[in-house]
């Protein structure tokens, strides 16, 4: 669709200069809370949802996360579209497992939720109060994080004591660490980032909160 160059130039929410850091902020966060808010809907809806569907809906929640990253250079509205139906495919994808935590273990999920609100906000507030530009720690964590995935599957033939365990701390501190880096990064972003960095805050924060869950959980899978 045709953008008048005034509109190419700030995107939909205004540049940097006319909002400045706190504006940034609040468009990312913004944007994270209301992800948040279609992932719990598509948790709610996705209880009775069968496997086979919740496996299809969370591969499309992945596809529409990969697509947004390209979508945010041509279309801020396409891709906070695809930013909230990734939000919805995801819960839906993650219902039926959630809701067996909920029956089984509720005191978890709201122990999970609770540490998940604490763990993101105080490693956010550390990440952004850091001045200096830590994106280089993207590349490194990137190769630990295929490191966790590569130990969660040994995990799966081989049994490891505490291996559960192990694999949840292990994923929170790294996607911890992403926490701080993404927060930093929001630091000396444009808007037309918002959008990208928002879908990155929320993927941290689900992954705090599953990992939280396998712990609080008792390590079930």
Do not use: K
Request: hydrophobic share 55%.
């Amino acid at each position: 669709m045709p953008q008048a160059a005034g509109f190419r130039n700030e995107g939909m929410f205004g540049s940097v200069e006319t909002v400045g850091e706190a504006g940034v902020f609040g468009q990312v966060m913004g944007l994270v809370a209301v992800t948040l808010a279609f992932f719990t809907l598509g948790a709610y809806l996705g209880r009775e949802v069968s496997e086979g569907a919740s496996i299809i809906c969370f591969i499309g929640g992945f596809g529409c996360v990969i697509g947004l990253n390209v979508a945010a250079r041509r279309s801020e509205a396409l891709a906070i579209t695809l930013l909230f139906a990734a939000g919805l495919l995801l819960g839906l994808g993650m219902g039926g497992v959630l809701d067996r935590y909920a029956e089984a273990q509720p005191d978890a999920v709201w122990q999970a939720a609770s540490a998940t609100a604490l763990f993101v906000g105080g490693l956010g507030a550390t990440g952004y109060a850091i001045r200096r530009d830590l994106s280089g720690g993207y590349r490194m964590m990137f190769f630990l994080l295929i490191g966790l995935i590569i130990f969660g599957l040994i995990t799966v033939f081989v049994s490891i004591p505490g291996g559960n365990i192990i694999y949840a701390v292990l994923g929170l501190g790294i996607f911890g660490a992403y926490t701080v880096l993404d927060f930093n990064r929001m630091r000396r972003a444009g808007m037309q980032e918002a959008v990208p960095l928002a879908a990155g805050i929320f993927l941290d924060v689900i992954n705090i909160f599953l990992f939280f869950l396998r712990l609080f959980g008792g390590g079930r899978s």
